[in-house]
């Protein structure tokens, strides 16, 4: 009754720095005011952002 339905994922395979631009945007959560950016796991390649 009620709970939280099933967890989900977004997952990408391989690495092509080239197309990691669209997979930070494809990946960026806000609410039409303020957005956090998605990033690479280790942080160097593209850094993550916060933008109001």
Do not use: H, K, Q
């Not at 989900?8 to 930070?24: K, N």
């Amino acid at each position: 009754m009620g709970g939280i339905g099933p967890a989900w994922e977004i997952v990408y395979d391989g690495f092509d720095l080239g197309r990691e631009g669209l997979r930070e945007a494809l990946c960026t959560l806000g609410n039409g005011r303020f957005a956090t950016r998605g990033a690479t796991p280790d942080g160097e390649s593209r850094t993550p952002g916060t933008y109001v």
